[in-house]
């Protein structure tokens, strides 16, 4: 019965997994000739959001835990990045991975006390903790307060590319994306992912099979932490800039309906939800406090009618062909 | 002038009393959190969105309708109330069910909604609103100068919350929400009406918080951004009182603003963040609240 199954089984996930590759391959190569058709600099915008919020869909869709203060390690490696580029001159790749990893330790302490309650207290816990760090940053000398961090020099890529010519600069933000979000898919897919799906479904009984549950929750939060880090390193490179706007807690609200629109605990869903939201910042950029009104109205709808998001809605679809999105 | 530990007195009596002030906002919100979040399990995020309408209802009240301040007190928290009460009907009681999380979601999706009507309309500058004439002037103590409006503001929160504390603990009333936060479906059983007990309950809770926001009005300018600040802040207050208890989100409430009165006198720079600061003093000693149980 059990081998019966198992070879019946076997023929689609093999062609599934040339279905998997052909739909990656895709969109590798969309992401590849975009810039050619698409103004780049939104690109790279989308790209930085996309990856802040499947850092933080790591946490919400894998773990089952909701962090409203994820705008935290957005805003402050953004500072660290921009810091270490214009004051100290570092090369980029140095100084997205000084923020990356500053980042990544902020997450151990935030995470370390926030996991010590749950649920709802455990957003309303990493908010007050994002609140009590935007008013460092609005306080602290070198981030210059309400002017921010201007003129962030781009630089040369490892000594070599010079990341000003905007072409570059998109392949360099792309690279940093794909790396990024293959890495995330591995740690989904891994021993280590399984055990977090068995926190987010069911935690007493992670418990009794003799899982150290609180590590597994701050791992996956020093996880997600850098890694949105690194998406604020990488955003403040590209607009020059680091500013309160990425620290403040409207940034966190904004990450949470990014991942909730496209498909919470998808792979592809966040990148989806942050090119949507990001799409109407600029259409709407014009109309002032509308955009806060219209992120309003798309919570509320998605709340009520449309909790599984645009990838959690095409991904039985897509499944049937053999590609898991 | 006389002075206290080297401060001059009448500026820490001033900063106190603003603490004390700021204390009853924390308390009073924080109070209407805890009581909806005990029958409904969710925690209202727009809850200073609420407090920032109730706020310009009374502004609103004023100029078009020549509602006086005292009007103003009544109206504002029904009307907030009658919306709040709709909104639980036709948006709220459908997350029940589901994971607490979405009614968090679904409330700052709200926020944001009645944040940015209020800011197309009036922008983010204040609107001057004035003291009521009864209440205008102050009292000179000798030690300090005594606005009478500040001294009612705190007056009037401690009877509201001492008022709540007692309708829910010593009325019938109370004992029956009491009863239905523990366990909804045996209070229903006993043929008492749970539904309706919670919807009143949400309008009660956003009323308190409209309540507080016509208070506010004539002390911070009206402003439609007023609530968001402020809502995470009762946020940590929640954190650190735990809401298992009614009198315990109170004291919690009065005590954290008097801390931060008095943080603005001896370290002005850390004013904004000394409540975040004891929330995790306090989630390293006792990560289930002052006053709460269990995790």
Known sequence: MTTNSATTTATPATKGMSRQTLFVGVLLALGLIAPFAVYPVFLMKGLCFALFAAAFNLLLGYVGLLSFGHAMFFGWSAYITAHAAKEWGLTPEIAVLLGTFCAAGMGAVVGWLAIRRQGIYFAMITLALAQLMYFVALQAPFTHGEDGIQGVPRGHLFGLIDLNETMNMYYFVFGVFVLALFFLYRVINSPFGQVLKAIRDNEPRAISLGYQVHRYKLIAFVISAGLSGMAGSVKSLVFQLASLTDVHWHASGEVVLMTLLGGVGTIFGPTAGAYLVVTIQNYFATLGSWVTIIQGVIFVVCVLAFRSGIVGVLRPLLKKRGIEA | ?295
């Not at chain 2, 609103?60 to 007190?73: I, K, M, R, S």
Request: charged share 5%.
């Open chain 2, 1 to 295: 002038m006389m002075t206290l530990f080297g401060i001059p007195a009448a500026a820490l009596f001033g900063q106190l009393l603003l603490g004390l002030i700021n204390g009853a906002f924390y308390a009073v919100l924080s109070l209407g959190l805890a009581l909806i979040f005990g029958l409904l399990n969710i925690i209202n995020f727009s809850h200073g969105a609420q407090y920032m309408v109730g706020a310009f209802v009374a502004w609103l009240g004023l100029t078009y309708l020549g509602a006086n301040y005292w009007v103003a007190l009544i109206l504002a928290p029904l009307v907030v109330a009658a919306v709040g009460v709709v909104l639980e009907r036709t948006m709220l009681s459908r997350l029940y069910k589901l994971d607490h999380l979405y009614g968090l979601l679904l409330t700052f999706g709200l926020a944001l909604i009645i944040e940015g009507v209020f800011r197309n309309l009036y922008g983010i500058s204040g609107i001057p609103y004035a003291v009521p004439k009864e209440l205008a002037g102050g009292w000179n103590l000798g030690f300090m100068y005594l606005p009478i409006y500040r001294a009612w503001v705190v007056i009037a929160s401690l009877v509201l919350c001492v008022g709540t504390w007692l309708l829910i603990e010593k009325t019938k009333l109370g004992a029956y929400l009491r009863a239905a936060t523990e366990n909804p479906a045996l209070v229903q059983a006993m043929g008492i009406n749970v539904p309706i007990m919670i919807t009143l309950t949400y309008g009660f809770g956003v009323a308190l918080a409209a309540f507080a926001g016509v208070l506010a009005a004539p002390i911070y300018s009206v402003n439609p951004l007023m609530g968001s600040n402020l809502i995470i802040v009762v946020f940590a207050v929640v954190v650190i009182g735990g809401m298992g208890s009614i009198m315990g989100s109170i004291v919690t409430g009065f005590m954290l603003g008097l801390l931060e009165g008095l943080t603005k006198v001896i370290y002005p720079e850390a004013a904004s963040t000394v409540i975040f600061m004891v929330m995790v003093v306090v989630l390293l000693i006792k990560p289930a609240g002052l006053f709460g149980k269990g995790a």
